[in-house]
């Protein structure tokens, strides 16, 4: 007896089987869009049916319980797309963003204004660095353009002295400006 319940049972699953496979593969795809998944969820949710066939009340609908299955089976399959496109979106948002901010900052950026303050915070820093006669020996020469022998004659010392004095502060100002030097030889080198 207990052999022809087996039969029974699995004659049951058979025909549960043949009759509702292509129409729970059918809804399947029209969620999850991919027949071989949709083929998958629906062997797993008729192998879910079979293996706990035995917990199951005698009067179990056998097709609803294969459908609930095939439900949660897409429900969570669906649930993962989501929260991994949340995460490509994210992703793609932060991005985004780290773009606009590079454009927003490159087109807001001046460079010769840049350039031009940090190039004279460093001369003003390094003549502000220098002896007092020598400074003001090498603003003479370079801010009011005089010559040497203008220089010599205005402050009673040698023209020697006057090139002395420059050519130690163009010594400070390289230093200073060693990664600026072709600005600064542009500038003060004349």
């Known amino acids: 007896m207990e052999c022809l319940d087996k039969i029974d049972v699995f004659s049951t699953f058979d025909k549960v089987y043949q009759k509702y496979r292509e129409p729970f593969i059918k809804l399947a795809i029209s969620y999850v869009g991919d027949r071989s998944i949709a083929e998958d969820f629906v062997t797993d949710s008729f192998v879910a049916y079979w293996e706990n066939r035995g917990k199951l009340p005698a009067d179990t609908n056998i097709p609803a319980y294969i459908l609930v299955s095939l439900k949660n089976k897409c429900l969570t ?104 030097l072709l600005v600064f030889f542009y500038f003060f080198v004349k």
């Not at 985004?96 to 010769?112: G, V, Y």
């Not at 402050?155 to 230093?175: G, N, P």
Request: aromatic share 6%.
């Open 77 to 180: 399959h669906l649930t993962h797309l989501r929260k991994r496109q949340e995460v490509i979106d994210n992703i793609k948002n932060q991005y985004q963003w780290e773009l606009d901010f590079k454009i927003t900052s490159l087109e807001a950026c001046n460079p010769q204004e840049i350039f031009s303050k940090e190039v004279h915070r460093l001369v003003n820093d390094a003549i502000r660095s220098l002896p007092e006669k020598t400074r003001e020996i090498f603003l003479l020469s370079r801010m009011e353009s005089l010559t040497n022998r203008e220089i010599s004659e205005r402050l009673d010392i040698s023209i020697k002295t006057v090139e002395f004095h420059v050519s130690k502060a163009l010594k400070v100002l390289r230093i200073a400006l060693k990664d600026y």
